[in-house]
């Protein structure tokens, strides 16, 4: 079992920049690939970037690519996302997502069991 909390989100200006955090419990979160996706209003669920157990692996969509980071800290049981270059087109609820026993990275929503209960970014122009 796992549970996620994510937590900084909050308002930022166009060009600013935001970190988000994800907090797991549970003894299989170092084991586990771990995502972020995001929400905006009236569209689907999407994919935003995962890191794999060893943190050595990331993989982002082309839309974040360059401007967002993620990383872990195993030790903590925390993955991070700093957010750089942010557009009003980020704004959404930014969830993280793990699944545990593979190592593989995963871009899609149903390939992860263990969700966060999301936190709102929201970019002014």
């Known amino acids: 079992q796992v549970q996620l909390v994510e937590s900084g989100g909050g308002l930022a200006q166009a060009g600013g920049s935001l970190r988000l955090s994800c907090a797991a419990s549970?003894?299989?979160?170092?084991?586990?690939?771990v995502a972020w996706f995001r929400q905006a209003p009236g569209k689907e669920r999407e994919f935003v970037a995962a890191?794999?157990?060893?943190?050595?692996?990331?993989y982002y969509a082309d839309s974040v690519k360059g401007r967002f980071t993620i990383s872990r800290d195993n030790a903590k049981n925390t993955v991070y996302m700093q957010m750089s270059s942010l557009k009003p087109e980020d704004t959404a609820v930014y969830y993280c997502?793990?699944?545990?026993?593979?190592?593989?990275?995963?871009?899609?929503?149903?390939?992860?069991?263990?969700w966060g209960q999301g936190t709102q970014v929201t970019v002014s122009s």
């Open positions: 997502a793990a699944q545990v026993g593979i190592d593989g990275i995963r871009t899609m929503v149903a390939e992860y069991r263990y």
């Open positions: 890191i794999r157990r060893s943190a050595f692996n990331t």
């Open positions: 549970g003894r299989a979160f170092s084991s586990s690939v």
